[in-house]
């Protein structure tokens, strides 16, 4: 029975080993596979395989803010450098106003318009610039230990930001115990995300077994209007960006972030889940810690070039279905106004919704009817949600490499775009 028994470990250790073996996106691949056909041809309410993809998003929930919390600490502390900071800043700002413009031009050559159905959302929404001003100065002076049990990344980030200064004055025994800390935390993100692709194989068991291929064929065009504009902000209008910083070609980066950030984030939907995603991912780059523990952490509450599409081309669609004439500047308006908003949408799956009806506002569109975009969205939010959070969460690492890239680039320093610096041991 022993021998038996050993023989048996043995067989598991060399089936892990073997699966380990296989490259991170592969095995994300294969579970997206087995999930994909389970939820067509299996029937829905397995709930084991639903449990997969709800531990592993509420894993990556729950470690996220503490890992934030403790890596600006750590870095601020230990900085020796302002580092890129604040062209990543730059990089963001002008994104987002960028996929906001993409998003309004696309809807004049391609006018949606759509049925209105009843309000199915019950949540209150801004009502102009000034409550989300508001919402962001709250969030900002908001209890630290609430901060972290609401995963509110403003007042996380903020109070990261105030202590991280503050040890700056302390003693380096001191500032090890928090890099210890953040290190540790770090460690424990890695074994989250080797999971990633029995997670996934989790989520996408549950939104097609739930939802089924035709559930978004009514608004077919609406969807593609909203995919197409973040595709040509990711493979256009971001890569060109990217290439005015840096002189070389854009897209070897462009695709690593889209493969290793990207493809996560359009399972789980969350930007503030993708954020241990995006450390990683940082960390294999050979990126700079001291910069990339805050730029991505503050990309995750900032940078929402797809929340921006959504909001502009669901504004758009509610003004060309009530033949509402917009003209050249009140898009210009809806632009800078959507781009705003978005930067106040919450890193959650569906964050950028409750912000339409803010932009709807300029059109003089009432919260009744806008409430009803609002539902709307969140009926096509399974892929239109996806591919904004792909989009969003993906360019968090992409600015922040495209930033030390620029300043290696002005040093004079030699680097590979979007190459790993770490050995395959140190990767494993």
Not at 118 to 146: H, K, Y
Not at 227 to 243: E, H, R, S
Request: hydrophobic share 55%; net charge negative.
């Amino acid at each position: 029975m022993e021998n038996q028994g050993n023989k048996i470990w043995e067989l598991v250790k060399r089936a892990g080993r073997a699966w380990n073996s296989i490259s991170l996106i592969k095995r994300i691949v294969i579970g997206l596979v087995i999930g994909g056909a389970l939820g067509l041809f299996a029937p829905a309410g397995i709930e084991f395989v639903e449990l997969l993809g709800t531990l592993f998003v509420s894993a990556l929930k729950a470690v996220a803010p503490i890992l934030v919390f403790f890596l600006v600490i750590s870095a601020l502390a230990n900085a020796k450098a302002a580092g890129s900071m604040k062209t990543v800043v730059l990089l963001y700002i002008v994104s987002t106003l960028i996929a906001a413009l993409v998003a309004v031009i696309g809807s004049f050559l391609f006018p949606m318009t759509i049925t209105l159905v009843e309000p199915a959302v019950e949540q209150s929404s801004p009502t102009g610039v000034a409550d989300v001003l508001t919402t962001l100065v709250m969030n900002i002076v908001s209890n630290p230990v609430d901060a972290l049990i609401n995963a509110n990344y403003i007042g996380i980030l903020a109070w990261a930001l105030v202590l991280g200064i503050a040890l700056r004055a302390a003693g380096e025994s001191t500032k090890e115990v928090f890099t210890n800390v953040a290190d540790a935390v770090s460690k424990v993100v890695r074994w989250v995300i080797s999971l990633a692709p029995f997670g996934i194989l989790g989520l996408v068991y549950t939104s097609v077994s739930q939802n089924g291929p035709e559930i978004f064929a009514e608004y077919g065009s609406l969807i593609l209007l909203l995919v197409g504009c973040m595709l040509v902000i990711a493979l256009i209008t971001n890569p060109l960006l990217v290439f005015a910083c840096v002189r070389k070609n854009p897209y070897p980066l462009v695709f690593r972030c889209l493969k290793d950030s990207g493809l996560t984030a359009f399972f789980t939907r969350s930007s503030a889940a993708n954020i241990p995603v995006n450390m990683e991912l940082c960390r294999k780059l050979g990126l700079d810690k001291d910069n990339y523990s805050v730029s991505i952490p503050l990309g995750a509450t900032i940078n929402m070039a797809g929340a921006a599409v959504t909001i502009a081309v669901m504004t758009m669609a509610a003004a060309h279905t009530l033949d509402i004439s917009v003209d050249p500047i009140t898009a210009v308006i809806l632009c800078v106004l959507a781009a705003v908003s978005a930067c106040g949408a919450s890193g959650v799956a569906g964050g950028s919704l409750l912000l339409i009806p803010l932009a709807c506002s300029l059109f003089g569109i009432g919260n009744d009817v806008a409430m009803q975009v609002v539902a709307i969205g969140f009926i096509i939010g399974v892929i239109q949600d996806s591919c904004e959070t792909a989009l969003n969460s993906s360019s968090d690492v992409l600015f922040t490499a495209t930033a030390e890239y620029r300043r290696m680039n002005a040093d004079g320093e030699d680097f590979k775009l979007g190459k790993d610096t770490f050995s395959e041991n140190e990767l494993a």
